[in-house]
């Protein structure tokens, strides 16, 4: 198993500064989420580790040993690209093996490592095909495959789903996670999806305009976010944010909180409490998300089955003070 360790990484592109001052250790054997929105540096620092993009400042360690300045194919690193970066004229087996064929593993191993990959992902009645007589989830388990057959320690991921539908990059999730978990591999995941990274990853690291914003668990970036934009970028539905002002002095008990933070899920429908009028139903199914406006600011509630409601209502809504998150003018979090 093999430690990653980013040491103060630095990357412009001409006068902006698309990776500033990063640092983060992925342990071995552990799935790592690069999270935030595009533009955030998220895949440069990928690409930086792979060795596809110079290091203007700082260093990368790979199991212990300093790999900034090392050549791509010494760094003991395989890497799946949101475009599968498949051979069009090579079938399956042919992309599979091209890396090893590249590196000069024997015949015998070549067709013993496919073997195994193909059984692992499900390949095993299409190596005769093309790229091109693939579905969109049949290429990235070609993709998967190139990556099981390599045999690298460290597995970096560019947004592997965001081609794939809804119900297939929920059932890609899960073969992720079992690769990475049956093979113990140290992984890299970039996404801007919320979701893949809550429910994937070990660690989460949410980046934003370069910077990172926070490090923890899935649990702790959603019970304890370290900004504003923390608590507003995980979850779904996002957690209201809204100006202290602007709740006529209700729930406010920590005079220096310029803004309160709470979950959907925790606001309650009451006689008394905060006035509301509903804006928008939204009917999910199992929940239902009712739109809220008060003033000027609007609020998302979350609540269970159909509730009698209408657009136009106009209702009261409470929460307990306990499940409050206060944050400052600058949207750090206020420790209470």
């Known amino acids: 198993m093999t430690d990653l360790q980013i040491d103060n990484l630095v990357k412009d592109w001409g006068a902006t500064r698309a990776v500033d001052n990063v640092s983060f250790l992925a342990k071995a054997g552990t799935l790592t989420v690069l999270l935030?929105?595009?533009?955030c540096g998220k895949s440069t620092i990928l690409r930086m580790v792979a060795g596809l993009e110079s290091v203007e400042e700082g260093k990368i360690w790979i199991d212990g040993q300093d790999v900034t300045s090392e050549d791509p194919a010494r760094r003991g690193v395989s890497m799946v690209f949101q475009s599968y970066a498949l051979?069009?004229?090579l079938n399956v087996r042919e992309n599979i093996l091209f890396g090893l064929k590249v590196r000069r593993v024997t015949a015998a191993e070549r067709e013993k490592r496919l073997k195994e990959a193909a059984a692992m992902v499900g390949l095993q009645e299409l190596l005769g095909r093309k790229p091109s007589q693939l579905s969109g989830g049949q290429?990235?388990?070609?993709?998967?495959?190139r990556t099981?057959?390599?045999?690298?320690?460290?597995?970096?991921?560019?947004?592997p789903l965001s081609n794939l539908d809804a119900k297939l990059r929920a059932?890609?999730?899960?073969?992720?996670?079992?690769l990475q978990r049956s093979l113990n591999l140290t992984m890299i995941y970039v996404t801007h999806d919320q979701t893949e990274a809550m429910s994937l990853a070990d660690q989460v690291i949410l980046l934003r305009e370069g910077k990172i914003v926070q490090i923890g668990t899935p649990l702790q970036l959603y019970e304890e976010p370290a900004t504003s934009f923390a608590a507003q970028f995980i979850g779904t539905p996002p957690m209201n944010v809204l100006k202290g002002a602007d709740l006529e002095g209700q729930?406010?008990?920590e005079p220096s909180a310029k803004f309160i933070g709470i979950r959907p899920e925790k606001i309650r429908f009451s006689n008394s409490g905060l006035g509301v009028e509903v804006s928008a139903i939204d009917y999910m199914g199992a929940e239902t998300?009712?739109?809220?406006?008060?003033g000027r600011s609007s609020l998302l509630a979350r609540v269970e089955g159909r509730p009698n409601l209408s657009k136009g209502d106009r209702l009261c809504v409470e929460w307990d003070p306990e499940d409050m998150h206060l944050f400052d003018q600058e949207g750090m979090r206020i420790s209470v």
């Open 87 to 89: 051979f069009p004229h």
């Open 251 to 253: 729930f406010t008990q």
């Open 171 to 178: 059932e890609m999730r899960d073969e992720i996670q079992l």
């Open 289 to 294: 998300i009712v739109r809220l406006q008060h």
């Open 148 to 159: 099981i057959v390599s045999k690298q320690p460290i597995c970096l991921m560019d947004e």
């Open 139 to 145: 290429r990235q388990r070609v993709a998967l495959a």
């Open 36 to 39: 935030g929105p595009s533009g």
